[in-house]
């Protein structure tokens, strides 16, 4: 029984009940099971209270976010925090973009006000998010063929699609890659929108399971949603060639699948905005309908501003017309309507040739750091690793991760020895190494792989 319930023979009270039969004010009583506190001259009793909560279990910490709390928690100075997805400078201390301070100022000069937004969110920033995806004057753009919304960031622009699936696509399901973010599983499970995988990831090559990822999207139910990252694959950091992109296209085509695309690293990837929204503009040219969610987390370091929007491409303006109201509709009594703040920060600097200018140049910097310490990871493995293993793989990698190919056991020897925090499926944030840590991280990968099985 929970040391907090209340007892009386084989009876557990509720609070309700105890405060009705049995609390007597202004005296003790002699029921054991009561306190007697004096409040100055007023003397009242009270039940020692069980929880109503007693059948609500400890959740488990998150895979991803909960490596941040486990880091502060150590106290070792070599530590390392690899887990989450954010960029850090060589100092590895958080970095807020230029642009985003000269935009931020622009907006107090101008006095903005805190209105509330429309249910869509902002407008300006709807047109810049749209244009940075599909390139300003794109068909789909002109014809007003995309419902766009303003979402809370990537997670909540993925959840308002999931929960449009749930509601006019009932029991369609969307077909994940094998592996995928962490969060994709718990978003679709909390819309209630059933999922299942494609092959993606072959650990025998540290590379694209192509003809595995076919053969499941073939093989998936028809008119089902298949979820692709477009570019930057998390966790992997392997992403389809052009090549490979084309074959996607024409098999999800063929089956009338309806594509999703997550885009968390437009511009992170290749460090150029149009090159890594390639994938999406094939699928665009091809006249199909499709979803795409942005984040502007990653890109903009607007982590906590919670800004990204979801897009939905449809054949017809008419259409589009209506998925928007429907969005709406969903976003309206679950949030009411987006905050301002990260929208005015992204719509001022797309639209503002110079600052737009400025952010590709930080954008630049930032995915030009990461490939530098890949690099550098990559160099001191080779040196310092006498075994012969082939290192390669690092290099191959896109995007803010490498996928090591460590598994969860020598992923725990990594932090509890190494004090290097990641996530147990082997993933590190090269995003969150410098140039001076990684002579110190290949030691700890060269002993987790080879002295742990
Ligand atoms: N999609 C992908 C593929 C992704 O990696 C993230 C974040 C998001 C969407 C959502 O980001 P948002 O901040 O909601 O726009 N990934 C990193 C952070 C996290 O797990 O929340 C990560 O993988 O570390």
New binding site residues.
Partial sequence: MASSMLSLGSTYLLPREISKDKLKLGTSGSNPFLKAKSISRVTMTVAVKPSRFEGITMAPPDP??GVSEAFKADTNEMKLNL????YRTEELQPYVLNVVKKAENLMLERGDNKEYLPIEGLAAFNKATAELLFGAGHPVIKEQRVATIQG???????RLAAALIERYFPGAKVVISSP?????KNIFNDAKVPWSEYRYYDPKTIGLDFEGMIADIKEAPEGSFILL?GCAH??TGIDPTPEQWVKIADVIQEKNHIPFF?V??QGFASGSLDEDAASVRLFAERGMEFFV?Q????NLGL?AE?I?AINVVCSSADAATRVKSQLKRIARPMYSNPPVHGARIVANVVGDATMFGEWKAEMEMMAGRIKTVRQELYDSLVSKDKSGKDWSFILKQIGM?SFTGLNKAQSDNMTNKWHVYMTKDGRI?LAGLSLAKCEYLADAIIDSYHNVS
């Fill in positions: 991803i976010l887990g989450v997805g954010a809370l960031s990537g997670t909540g622009s993925l995928t973010w962490g969060n994709h990252h998390n966790p997550d968390a690293y969610a984040s502007y987390s990653k982590y919670r990204g991760f944030s």
